[in-house]
């Protein structure tokens, strides 16, 4: 059974930092390209945020959060991180895991919130 089980979310204020887990289990994680997205309260449709290749050898990110946060993954734990430093409350959101190759799979998401 294909699982993706995101964790770290939580509230944080202003500038302040946070980590994002997302456990992948159920597929072959080494194959699969990982990316966050994020969707902000209001309606607002689904961003991506970050994407990192299968091999972890290119990461790319939305303009918006470019020299704030880090996409990273470990084979060995098959399981794909977001390190968010320097928040700000646009940054608010569910974020939600995505892989994707033969196939797309999404995980549940979990709520930041980032508020003073």
């Known amino acids: 059974q294909v699982q993706l089980v995101e964790s770290g979310g939580g509230l944080v204020q202003p500038g302040g930092s946070l980590r994002l887990s997302c456990a992948a289990s159920g597929f072959s994680f080494s194959m699969y390209r990982m990316s966050w997205y994020r969707q902000a309260p209001g309606g607002k449709e689904r961003e991506v945020v970050a994407?990192?290749?299968?091999?972890?050898?290119?990461?790319n990110y939305a303009d918006s959060v470019k020299g704030r946060f880090t996409i990273s993954r470990d084979k060995n734990k098959n399981t794909v991180y977001l390190q968010m430093n320097s928040r700000k409350p646009d940054d608010t959101a569910v974020y939600f895991c995505n892989a994707i190759w033969k196939g797309g799979y999404w995980g549940r998401g979990t709520q930041v919130t980032v508020s003073s």
């Open positions: 994407g990192i290749s299968n091999d972890a050898g290119s990461t």
